[in-house]
């Protein structure tokens, strides 16, 4: 099992660009989540989906889309990057909302 | 929320026991209290979790209070690997934010040889 792959690792964006943040499981796990983490502020929820076209706002949603398609896969959508966007970003997943999280490794976003 | 308070940093002696403590005093009577740790530039890395009875897996121990206001994570013998950050969560169950994990700052555990 590869767990949960966040995809890229590492970015650099212009403001107003947009960009794809990846985040796939191979668990079968029907809860998935995204977090952003700021130094100083800990891991704030963006959004998160219970199942496959289920999804909802979470603490810091505000500059970001989401879509769950497919029970492996849910993409964080920047629709005009903005510097305060710039964060390092976690995606989760588990069995359950109230089930034990798995974390993937984070993409590095820089937003210029 | 229910939110936690855990002391901004601890050290702990390698090969020792590390007790780190938590305070949930407003804790309803059905959350659950989760730790996860998050080692330098990864993502967060689940610990254990428990409602009522001590719990015990192959990483640690979790000891709750008999009332549920507190709790300590214990790491029998901690390793230079253990530094990390420990983050004790309580589960929130709201219709708008189902299952949040609301991370607060938690304890920076540096371990030392």
């Known amino acids: 099992n590869a767990g949960v792959t966040q995809t890229p690792k590492f970015q650099v964006l212009k403001t107003g660009q947009s960009m794809t943040l990846q985040c796939a499981q191979d668990m079968n796990h029907e809860y998935m989540s995204w977090y952003r983490q700021d130094p100083g502020m800990g891991l704030r929820l963006i959004h998160y989906?219970?199942?496959?076209?289920?999804?909802d706002q979470g603490e810091v949603p505000n500059g970001y889309n989401v879509s769950r398609s497919t029970t492996e896969d849910f993409p964080l959508r920047l629709l005009s990057a903005a510097p305060s966007q710039t964060s390092v970003y976690f995606c989760?997943?588990?069995?359950?909302?109230?089930?034990?999280?798995?974390f993937g490794d984070g993409t590095r976003l820089s937003i210029l | 929320d229910a939110k936690t308070t855990q002391p901004t940093s601890m050290d702990c002696a390698e090969g020792r026991a590390a007790n780190l403590p938590c305070n949930h005093s407003t804790i309803s009577g059905n959350e659950y209290v989760y730790w996860y740790r998050q080692i330098h530039s990864q993502g967060p890395q689940y610990i254990i979790h428990?409602?009522?009875n001590n719990e015990t897996n192959e990483m640690a121990s979790l000891i709750i209070t008999e009332d549920r206001k507190s709790s300590t994570l214990i790491l029998p013998h901690a390793t230079l690997r253990d530094t990390a950050v420990y983050y004790c969560i309580v589960r929130v169950a709201e219709s708008s934010t189902l299952g949040r994990l609301y991370f607060g700052r938690g304890t920076q555990l540096t371990v030392w040889p």
């Open positions: 989906s219970v199942g496959a076209g289920i999804t």
């Open positions: 989760a997943s588990g069995r359950g909302s109230n089930q034990p999280q798995h």
């Open positions: 428990g409602l009522k």
